[in-house]
């Protein structure tokens, strides 16, 4: 069993599967130590669709490519993006996506590979099981705390996914496509969708598994006040 630390410094994003299904017991367990994430006056402001179907899955991918493929750049109740990169974070935005496609052997020019590629997202990577995660407007509305709870909430069901194997990839792509996953499933109308994980049994004998994205130095991120 992997401790904290481990789980942290172990964890990257695997963006290929196998097709062996999680147990539901398994996703129980996962999802009720994710509902002990703290968030703000103990609101639990995530609304949670954990689907294993095959079908509702296929349904809600291949309409978000069907809009992709007419064009429409995003369709959505937040914005994941900065509007404007700046630098440093446009850099390591770079550096980390010239990193996969430089091991996977993609040209930098390679529009449409690259386009596949972003679109395996909503072939959920072959994974078996996505987690959406929604929360209700009126949170949002002026307001943006619950996100910091949302995101804290994305980060204890990928921590504890892993004490069952069990990897992930959180996903931003179906942020910009929150509300064609909201028509496909039919959610209540107060719901906004804030994002995406995929969960599932990586594929051990594909390459792109084998990315690990390093990190900056502490001190770039972190000021230490003695
Ligand atoms: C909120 C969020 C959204 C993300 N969206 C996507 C996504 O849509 N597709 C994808 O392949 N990876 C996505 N990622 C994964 C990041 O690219 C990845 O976490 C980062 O490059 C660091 O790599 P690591 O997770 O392997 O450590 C997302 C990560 C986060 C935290």
């Given at each position: 069993?992997?401790?904290?630390?481990?789980?942290?410094?172990?964890?990257?994003?695997?963006?290929?599967?196998?097709?062996?299904?999680?147990?539901?017991?398994?996703?129980?367990?996962?999802?009720?130590?994710?509902?002990?994430?703290?968030?703000?006056?103990?609101?639990?402001?995530?609304?949670?669709?954990?689907?294993?179907?095959?079908?509702?899955?296929?349904?809600?991918?291949?309409?978000?490519?069907?809009?992709?493929?007419?064009?429409?750049?995003?369709?959505?109740?937040?914005?994941?993006?900065?509007?404007?990169?700046?630098?440093?974070?446009?850099?390591?935005?770079?550096?980390?996506?010239?990193?996969?496609?430089?091991?996977?052997?993609?040209?930098?020019?390679?529009?449409?590979?690259?386009?596949?590629?972003?679109?395996?997202?909503?072939?959920w990577?072959?994974?078996?099981?996505?987690?959406?995660?929604?929360?209700?407007?009126?949170?949002?509305?002026?307001?943006?705390?619950?996100?910091?709870?949302?995101?804290?909430?994305?980060q204890?069901?990928?921590?504890?996914?892993?004490?069952?194997?069990?990897?992930?990839?959180?996903?931003?792509?179906?942020?910009?496509?929150?509300?064609?996953?909201?028509?496909?499933?039919?959610?209540?109308?107060?719901?906004?969708?804030?994002?995406?994980?995929?969960?599932?049994?990586?594929?051990?004998?594909?390459?792109?598994?084998?990315?690990?994205?390093?990190?900056?130095?502490?001190?770039?991120?972190?000021?230490?006040i003695?």
């Amino acid at each position: 069993m992997p401790t904290v630390l481990e789980a942290l410094q172990n964890r990257s994003s695997k963006r290929a599967y196998t097709d062996e299904k999680i147990p539901k017991e398994t996703l129980e367990k996962i999802l009720i130590a994710a509902g002990m994430t703290p968030s703000g006056a103990n609101m639990q402001p995530w609304v949670t669709y954990a689907i294993s179907n095959e079908d509702t899955l296929s349904n809600i991918g291949d309409a978000i490519i069907a809009k992709m493929d007419e064009g429409i750049e995003n369709d959505q109740f937040i914005q994941y993006y900065p509007k404007k990169w700046v630098n440093p974070y446009k850099k390591r935005r770079i550096v980390t996506g010239a990193g996969l496609y430089k091991l996977l052997e993609v040209d930098r020019k390679d529009n449409e590979t690259r386009i596949e590629m972003w679109k395996d997202n909503f072939r959920w990577f072959g994974a078996g099981t996505v987690i959406f995660v929604f929360t209700d407007k009126a949170n949002i509305d002026g307001a943006e705390g619950v996100l910091l709870d949302c995101g804290a909430y994305m980060q204890s069901i990928m921590l504890a996914a892993q004490e069952f194997g069990i990897d992930s990839c959180p996903q931003g792509s179906t942020t910009e496509f929150g509300k064609v996953v909201a028509e496909v499933l039919q959610t209540p109308e107060n719901l906004a969708l804030l994002y995406s994980v995929v969960l599932g049994y990586e594929d051990k004998t594909a390459k792109i598994n084998t990315y690990q994205p390093a990190r900056v130095k502490l001190e770039d991120t972190v000021t230490f006040i003695d």
